[in-house]
């Protein structure tokens, strides 16, 4: 009997673990907008991706908050308790001239060693123009909304000196905030770019050429010594560049893809090497490549997905079980609206398919990159459908999803 009960309880903790392994993602929030398919939407939509705050909430940026015909603008920046609390912390609004002075179109949000939000804009912060125009900014704002300020108008210098297009900003060992843009600058290819918290300020600490650092630089990411690694691209092809923020000391290595193009940005895998995506052009395909933070041993894997060109995998995270977990923004398995898939940094291979995302899902479709919660739950969003009810409609969510992965 009690060997018998042993294996019941066994049979039941296996069972619990298959479960919660294999699980579907859930939506925690859903954003409705007003309307049969254009209209406001009061709390947002289109979000682009979320950050786990150090108190525990999750924090986003909504890219819009008006979807009309031929016109599509603001956005709001949001918190998120893991209970589905959802609060509007800013609303990007018009402003007399309809030119949004203070941004339009958030993107990734950042969290600064002062507790507050920083983020940027695709569009706004200058005058004379309606809707998607301007060059965006830099504004940051505290985790309960108050004390927005903007932290710098991009494209405000003479010839855009001072960057255009900024990326995702990243948390130095200094204590400041660093950032690219993909133009502008001296050689008008691109900047590397410093935010000081304690004061705001915001400084070009590098200029891109094809000659030194390479040009339009992809986002960046912070080294396990604090050094700073971006893909860059040049003439004969592509760049690993490392920035020392102490020295102020800029290297490159090439990177010698035969006659193929390197997407953007790069993840630190277990094993201290960096990893990223590689398409071929004109072939349909996606993989990983690994190479070391010198530059040198570049690995080529083989194609993991040749379905419509492999999709958009936005993003590349190193979970806490070893693999990459990737948002693959429109994955064909379910009809182009995206998937989750997780991949081996030994070979590359495809570990795993998760396909829930569509347009009668409650999940919605076209699935932007994942984060990992401390107890071991990816957290994500989308950009388009989910649940509403008749006279509104979904403008995508956030979700999490629980694969059974240990605690970060």
Same mark, same amino acid.
């Given at each position: 009997?009690?060997?018998?009960?042993?294996?019941?309880?066994?049979?039941?903790?296996?069972?619990?673990?298959?479960?919660?392994?294999?699980?579907?993602?859930? !939506? +925690?929030?859903?954003?409705? *907008?007003?309307?049969?398919?254009?209209?406001? *939407?009061?709390?947002?939509?289109?979000?682009? #991706?979320?950050?786990?705050?150090?108190?525990?909430?999750?924090?986003?940026?909504?890219?819009?908050?008006?979807?009309?015909?031929?016109?599509?603008?603001?956005?709001?920046?949001?918190?998120?308790?893991?209970?589905?609390?959802?609060?509007?912390?800013?609303?990007?609004?018009?402003?007399?001239?309809?030119?949004?002075?203070?941004?339009?179109?958030?993107?990734?949000?950042?969290?600064?060693?002062?507790?507050?939000?920083?983020?940027?804009?695709?569009?706004?912060?200058?005058?004379? /123009?309606?809707?998607? /125009? =301007?060059?965006?900014?830099?504004?940051?704002?505290?985790?309960?909304?108050?004390?927005?300020?903007? +932290?710098?108008?991009? *494209?405000?210098?003479?010839? *855009?000196?001072?960057?255009?297009?900024?990326?995702?900003?990243?948390?130095?060992?200094?204590?400041?905030?660093?950032?690219?843009?993909?133009?502008?600058? @001296?050689?008008?290819?691109?900047?590397?770019?410093?935010?000081?918290? &304690?004061?705001? @300020?915001?400084?070009?600490?590098?200029?891109? #050429? &094809?000659?030194? =650092?390479?040009?339009?630089?992809?986002?960046?990411?912070?080294? &396990?010594?604090?050094?700073?690694?971006?893909?860059?691209?040049?003439?004969?092809?592509?760049?690993?560049?490392?920035?020392?923020?102490?020295?102020?000391?800029?290297?490159?290595?090439?990177?010698?893809?035969?006659?193929? #193009?390197?997407? #953007?940005?790069?993840?630190?895998?277990?094993?201290?090497?960096?990893?990223?995506?590689?398409?071929?052009?004109?072939?349909?395909?996606?993989?990983?490549?690994?190479?070391? !933070?010198?530059?040198?041993? $570049?690995?080529?894997? !083989?194609?993991?997905?040749?379905?419509?060109?492999?999709?958009?995998? %936005?993003?590349?995270? $190193?979970?806490?079980?070893?693999?990459?977990? +990737? @948002?693959?923004?429109?994955?064909?398995?379910?009809?182009?609206?995206?998937?989750?898939?997780?991949?081996?940094?030994?070979?590359?291979?495809?570990?795993?398919?998760?396909?829930?995302?569509?347009?009668?899902?409650?999940?919605?479709?076209?699935?932007?990159?994942?984060?990992?919660?401390? %107890?071991?739950?990816?957290?994500?969003?989308?950009?388009?459908?989910?649940?509403?009810?008749?006279?509104?409609?979904?403008?995508?969510?956030?979700?999490?999803?629980?694969?059974?992965?240990?605690?970060?």
């Amino acid at each position: 009997m009690r060997g018998n009960f042993v294996l019941a309880v066994l049979f039941a903790l296996f069972a619990s673990l298959a479960h919660a392994g294999n699980s579907a993602p859930v !939506p +925690v929030y859903t954003f409705i *907008c007003n309307g049969s398919g254009l209209g406001p *939407c009061p709390n947002g939509g289109r979000t682009d #991706s979320l950050i786990l705050g150090s108190d525990g909430n999750f924090y986003g940026a909504a890219q819009i908050t008006t979807w009309e015909t031929s016109l599509v603008t603001g956005g709001n920046v949001f918190s998120l308790t893991p209970a589905g609390k959802f609060t509007v912390l800013h609303t990007f609004t018009p402003g007399v001239n309809k030119n949004f002075p203070d941004g339009d179109l958030p993107g990734a949000l950042i969290e600064g060693p002062d507790g507050n939000l920083y983020g940027e804009t695709t569009y706004g912060g200058v005058d004379g /123009c309606d809707g998607d /125009c =301007g060059y965006g900014v830099l504004f940051r704002v505290s985790r309960t909304g108050t004390g927005f300020q903007l +932290v710098h108008k991009f *494209c405000s210098q003479t010839d *855009c000196s001072d960057g255009n297009g900024p990326s995702a900003m990243v948390l130095g060992t200094d204590g400041n905030l660093y950032g690219t843009t993909t133009s502008g600058g @001296a050689n008008y290819v691109g900047t590397l770019f410093r935010v000081t918290p &304690s004061s705001g @300020a915001y400084e070009v600490v590098f200029n891109f #050429s &094809s000659t030194s =650092g390479g040009e339009y630089p992809s986002n960046l990411t912070v080294g &396990s010594n604090g050094t700073f690694y971006g893909q860059s691209s040049a003439p004969a092809g592509k760049f690993l560049f490392n920035y020392t923020p102490a020295t102020g000391v800029m290297t490159t290595a090439p990177l010698n893809f035969p006659t193929l #193009s390197a997407g #953007s940005g790069l993840a630190l895998g277990p094993n201290g090497n960096f990893y990223g995506f590689y398409f071929i052009y004109g072939v349909n395909g996606v993989s990983l490549f690994e190479v070391e !933070p010198n530059g040198s041993n $570049l690995t080529i894997f !083989p194609f993991y997905n040749t379905i419509d060109g492999g999709g958009s995998p %936005d993003g590349l995270l $190193l979970a806490s079980d070893g693999n990459f977990w +990737v @948002a693959n923004f429109n994955g064909s398995s379910t009809g182009g609206y995206g998937n989750i898939i997780s991949l081996s940094p030994t070979d590359g291979s495809l570990l795993q398919t998760i396909s829930p995302f569509g347009t009668t899902s409650s999940v919605g479709g076209w699935p932007s990159q994942l984060i990992q919660a401390t %107890d071991g739950t990816f957290w994500g969003s989308t950009y388009i459908f989910g649940d509403a009810t008749k006279g509104h409609f979904a403008l995508g969510t956030v979700f999490s999803l629980n694969e059974g992965l240990p605690p970060r």
